[in-house]
């Protein structure tokens, strides 16, 4: 399967603890990009990568939350100290960027916490 | 501020046409997209617009947008019991819509009756 894939699919976690995420872009795609979905709401951009570089980062990124891709390729999603209202989906989708207008950007089927 | 909304519910039955409607406010969009999500899938990207169209047709899918009315619709002809999904809109405001930076509007759940 050459699609985004990320890892765990699902996640219990106690109120409190640290949880963090894996997301594998398609193959050379340059841009990755983490969301958030909450039951019965559309998902809301967080961050962006572009290869190694965090482009842009949402309000709703708060400072107990951090993203990384280190060398350009998978990336991380740490959530410090979760608390009840980190419970969503957290989706994962990537694109392959060079110029002019923008392409497809690819969806993983998402990580779905829930903090108790 | 940026805001896209939808109907939560549609009920069609099968082989009858079905129209989704979206409302935006942000007047620079320039690209707007329609996903689609089955239950444990992630979202799969159906068609897009460009703001400077007002009509994409793709097989089964039409497109039309209204910019002056910031009215964005997804017409599905001979829905099928497949067509079954929650639908979302986005709309992206980047310019030349260069990134995938998306406002999703809250999903309108089609439920297709055979």
């Known amino acids: 399967d050459t699609g985004v894939s990320q890892d765990p699919r699902h996640k219990i976690t106690k109120r409190g603890q640290n949880v963090t995420f894996r997301c594998d872009p398609i193959?050379?795609?340059?841009?990755l990009y983490w969301y958030r979905q909450t039951l019965g709401q559309g998902p809301e951009f967080l961050t962006y990568?572009?290869?190694?570089?965090?482009?842009?980062k949402s309000r709703l990124l708060s400072d107990r939350f951090s993203a990384e891709r280190p060398k350009g390729s998978f990336s991380t999603l740490e959530i410090q100290r979760t608390e009840q209202g980190d419970s969503a989906m957290y989706l994962c989708?990537?694109?392959?960027?060079?110029?002019?207008?923008?392409?497809?950007?690819?969806f993983g089927q998402g990580t779905r916490l829930t903090v108790v | 501020g940026e805001d896209v909304e939808q109907s939560l519910f549609l009920s069609v039955r099968e082989g009858d046409s079905s129209v989704i409607n979206c409302t935006y406010t942000?007047?620079?969009?320039?690209?707007l997209y329609w996903y689609k999500q089955e239950p444990g899938a992630g979202l799969q990207l159906l068609t897009y617009?460009?703001?400077?169209?007002d009509m994409k047709q793709d097989q089964r899918l039409t497109v039309l947008l209204n910019k002056k009315d910031k009215h964005l619709s997804l017409r599905i002809a001979d829905t099928q019991t497949g067509d079954s999904a929650i639908y979302f809109c986005?709309?992206?405001?980047?310019?030349?819509?260069?990134?995938?930076?998306?406002?999703f509007g809250t999903g309108t759940l089609l439920a297709v009756q055979p």
């Open positions: 989708a990537s694109s392959f960027y060079l110029s002019g207008p923008n392409t497809e950007a690819f």
């Open positions: 193959s050379e795609h340059n841009r």
């Open positions: 990568f572009q290869n190694e570089a965090q482009l842009e």
């Open positions: 942000d007047s620079s969009s320039t690209y």
């Open positions: 617009i460009f703001s400077n169209m």
């Open positions: 986005a709309e992206s405001t980047d310019y030349g819509g260069a990134t995938n930076k998306l406002i």
